[in-house]
Each structure stands twice: as structure tokens, then as C-alpha cells.
């Protein structure tokens, strides 16, 4: 296997790498991932429906395939893996706002659907027309090892030949970090 | 009636997260889904809630928001018709 992109985008420091090249923002926080949307992606509407996670990770890995000449695009055989520890805290926290008060009790649609981590890799599939496989870990630990060995095995299939690999983690709305990167068999 | 066009207006753009959009950028009269707004079920559920939220009006099943949610006019002229709040 082989590693052929890299992207970090962190919310602390406003932080954006991609392969190696610091590109500037000059905001934090969700403010950033709605920058990054408006001047390197700006034609999906629907990054504004998604949760805090979802943006993330939708931002972070349109930066990635943005550098990837040809962009690969409608195909079976790249899957989207990625890993976090707190799953999707940060919407599910949105969520419970509209549940908590028993006299303004008004479970959101929009909110609720995006209580399950795994909602990212198929909004990044969905983006890009990839029909391979998608799937989210949730480990205690950025644990490194563990999750390029569940990459190793998913190239077992006879299928896939790449795949968006990587951590995407929202704790909230303003606190984030991803790191994605492209793996090749 | 154009008032509460343009309060709704505002209102679905809130709770749709239309971000990229104005009230000025919503035909009264324009289909909300598919050709119009595109929006989808999951969007016609939180037009329910907002009815719920706002006027007070609870809708019995997603079906029945298919007349309702035609288009802005229409959606006003329920709202205008049946609000309880």
C-alpha cells in the first residue's frame, strides 16, 4: 500500500495542509470549513445541510481530490474508510437541544439523520458517484496500526484499488481535526 | 398575505439551512420540490415541524403536506387559513 495525498485541517489553529503546502484561511472554528467550502469547492449547495462532522469531512476530503489529477470519480473500486473516537457527539448533542425541553419538544429530521458517524463516508461517496465500499471505525485511541490494517484487508476484495482513508474528529461545531489521505493497493 | 410570504420565506431558509439564499430568491409561486427549491423528504418533514413550531398547525401525515407545500403562496395560504398561534 501506498499513501499518495494528505490533508489536515484543524480548528484550534485554523490550520490547513494539504501535501505539504499550508494554505491560509485566516478563520477557526466552523467559519473555517465554510471558507474552505465557498473558495475550493462552492457548487454543492448541500455541504450546508450537513452536520459539523459531515462538513468536515466533506471539506477536507474535496481539498484531498481536488490535488488528484484526474480527480477519480463514478467508480467501484476506491472506498472511503474513516476512523474517530467520539463518533457523531457533535450532532448528536444538536440533536438532544431539540429534544431536551420537554415544552419546546421538537425533534428535528434534518438534525437526526446525521446521528451516526458513518453519514460521512456517504456523503463523501455520494459527491464523488464512488460505489465501493464505505465505512466508519470508532477506537478509543488514534490507533494508526489497527485501522491501515482494516485498509490492507479491504483491498482483499478483488475490487478495490484505493481508497480515502483517514480521521475525522468533531467534538462540536467549533472543534475539529481531520487528516485524510489517499491509499492505493 | 405578501407579509406572511415573506416571513415564510425567511423561515424555510432557516430551517433548510439555504445559506446561499435570500427570501428575493424564492418564486412565491415556484415549485418548492424538484424543479423549484429541490428539496427532498427530509426537507418536507422539517416544513412540518415548522408549521408545528410557528402556527401551531400539526399535520396528520407527510402526504398531506403534498398540496400544502406546493409552493410558498400555498404553504402561506394554509398557514393563513388554519394557524392557532
Redesign the interface.
Known amino acids: 500500500m501506498k499513501k499518495t495525498g494528505h490533508v489536515l485541517v484543524a480548528s484550534a489553529s485554523g490550520t490547513v495542509m494539504l501535501n505539504g503546502k499550508t494554505l491560509e484561511f485566516g478563520s477557526r472554528g466552523s467559519a473555517l470549513l465554510v471558507d474552505i467550502y465557498r473558495r475550493c469547492v462552492g457548487d454543492y449547495p448541500k455541504f450546508f445541510k450537513m452536520d459539523p462532522l459531515s462538513r468536515l469531512g466533506f471539506v477536507a476530503s474535496e481539498l484531498l481530490l481536488g490535488e488528484e489529477k484526474p480527480r477519480k470519480q463514478d467508480c467501484e473500486d476506491r472506498a472511503v474508510v474513516l476512523f474517530n473516537r467520539s463518533a457523531s457527539l457533535a450532532d448528536d448533542l444538536l440533536y438532544q437541544e431539540t429534544i431536551q425541553d420537554p415544552g419546546n419538544y421538537y425533534p428535528s429530521p434534518a438534525v437526526f439523520v446525521y446521528t451516526l458517524p458513518n453519514i460521512v463516508t456517504g456523503e463523501i461517496a455520494i459527491r464523488n458517484k464512488y460505489y465501493g465500499e464505505t465505512a466508519f471505525y470508532v477506537f478509543e485511541d488514534n490507533d494508526e496500526e489497527a485501522f491501515m490494517a482494516i485498509v490492507e484487508q479491504l483491498f482483499q476484495d478483488g475490487t478495490t484499488t484505493s481508497a480515502i482513508c483517514g480521521r475525522v474528529e468533531c467534538e462540536d461545531a467549533e472543534t475539529f481535526e481531520a487528516e485524510l489521505f489517499i491509499v492505493e493497493k | 398575505m405578501e407579509e406572511l410570504i415573506l416571513e415564510l420565506k425567511t423561515k424555510i431558509l432557516e430551517a433548510?439551512?439555504?445559506?446561499?439564499m435570500a427570501p428575493e430568491d424564492i418564486d412565491a409561486d415556484a415549485p418548492l420540490f424538484k424543479d423549484g427549491l429541490g428539496l427532498d423528504s427530509?426537507?418536507a418533514?422539517?416544513l412540518m415541524?415548522l408549521l408545528?413550531?410557528n402556527y401551531g398547525i400539526k399535520l396528520k401525515s407527510p402526504a398531506e403536506g403534498k398540496e400544502i407545500f406546493k409552493s410558498v403562496r400555498t404553504m402561506a395560504e394554509y398557514v393563513s387559513a388554519n394557524r392557532i398561534k
Open positions: 433548510l439551512k439555504l445559506q446561499d427530509i426537507d418533514l422539517e415541524l408545528e413550531k
